[in-house]
């Protein structure tokens, strides 16, 4: 009671302050999400996300030996593919030499300790612009989880470390896992994105893929953003199929389910503060409105301190230069 308590004894000088900090942004806590698309020597802005580009696959070893000389550990690919590759099954994930395989094999070959992780989902190779297989205009589940896990399979196969499927169909995580073990790929980390919800924030990396839904909405396989018991349900059952690492997405807006996980399982959890996250405190910083720094940092900093272990963001690059 006060004065025997003063709350403010604790806070009175900055050296107090950090000594008694519970919380921190280390390089080890990232991973950095890259675009890549086709051609030599190109290097695309995404008006959607300032300061972020998409490269063609030549120019991926300079970028990631620049990422791990900052310190940075892991990174996560996605591509964007031409129209005239997209279909219905998305067939072009399976090619052996297609964008993403080769992406793989570049980065493995030019900077071989940094952690692969790759996007495993049919969006960025389906005409439709959906996570799976479409049929009258519902999402298939089975027959779109037998091609996810060959996806998966055809990525650990280029040396990818961490396959991470972002579809949220229902059985993926097992399907991959079994392929993965008959093809004796026993190190092969399954990240899944667990708790993975219908969310307005993923526009502008919609963008970046020219990945939008041509019709409809994700609604039927991503997760209702008014629950929250059900991320607990989606994520011990993807243990439960073999997942290593899960994930909460967006982060932001979903910091309680990333507490919700960090409660009840014992798994490494990821966040991913998703491309709206990113676009927003771009756009607020431009105007001068917020101070971008100070607020990345905070940003941050509250996922950690909600519990997570790994942190996917476009500011990966910016905030390990200034950490
Ligand atoms: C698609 C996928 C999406 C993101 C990652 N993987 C978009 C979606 O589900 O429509 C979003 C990432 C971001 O917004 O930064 N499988």
């Known amino acids: 009671m006060y004065p025997i308590h003063r709350n403010r004894r604790l806070r009175s000088s900055e050296s107090l302050r950090i000594l008694l900090q519970e919380t921190y942004l280390s390089h080890n806590d990232f991973i950095v999400p890259l675009f890549i698309i086709e051609g030599n020597n190109r290097e695309e802005k995404i008006p959607s996300m300032p300061g972020y580009n998409r490269m063609s696959v030549d120019l991926l070893s300079k970028h990631v030996k620049n990422l791990w000389n900052l310190g940075l550990k892991a990174i996560l690919l996605f591509v964007k593919i031409s129209d005239n590759f997209k279909d219905n099954k998305g067939d072009e994930a399976l090619n052996p030499d297609g964008l993403m395989q080769r992406a793989i094999k570049e980065i493995k070959n030019s900077v071989p300790e940094m952690i692969v992780m790759t996007d495993v989902a049919l969006d960025p ?144 959890i990821a966040a991913y503060q998703v491309s709206g996250e990113y676009s927003m405190l771009k756009a607020a910083s431009e105007k001068g409105w917020i101070d971008h720094d100070q607020i990345m940092i905070e940003q941050l900093l509250s996922f950690k301190r909600a519990g997570a272990n790994l942190i996917a963001s476009y500011f990966a690059e910016e905030i390990a230069k200034i950490i």
């Open 125 to 268: 190779y389906s005409s439709y612009g959906h996570d799976g297989i479409v049929e009258e205009g519902k999402i298939l589940n089975d027959e779109t989880i037998d091609v996810l896990s060959k996806m998966a399979l055809s990525h650990a196969l280029c040396g990818a470390d961490v396959v991470a499927p972002s579809d949220m169909m229902d059985g993926r995580i097992l399907k991959i896992r079994k392929e993965l073990e008959s093809a004796n790929l026993y190190d092969t980390v399954i990240m899944s994105y667990s708790a993975k919800y219908a969310s307005s924030f993923y526009g502008p990396f919609r963008d970046a893929l020219n990945s939008a839904p041509g019709f409809g909405d994700k609604k039927t396989y991503q997760m209702d953003f008014r629950n929250r018991k059900e991320a607990v349900i989606e994520t011990k059952r993807d243990l439960e199929e073999g997942a290593d690492i899960v994930m909460v997405k967006p982060g932001l807006a979903y910091l309680d389910i990333i507490r919700d996980l960090k409660e009840e399982i014992n798994a490494p």
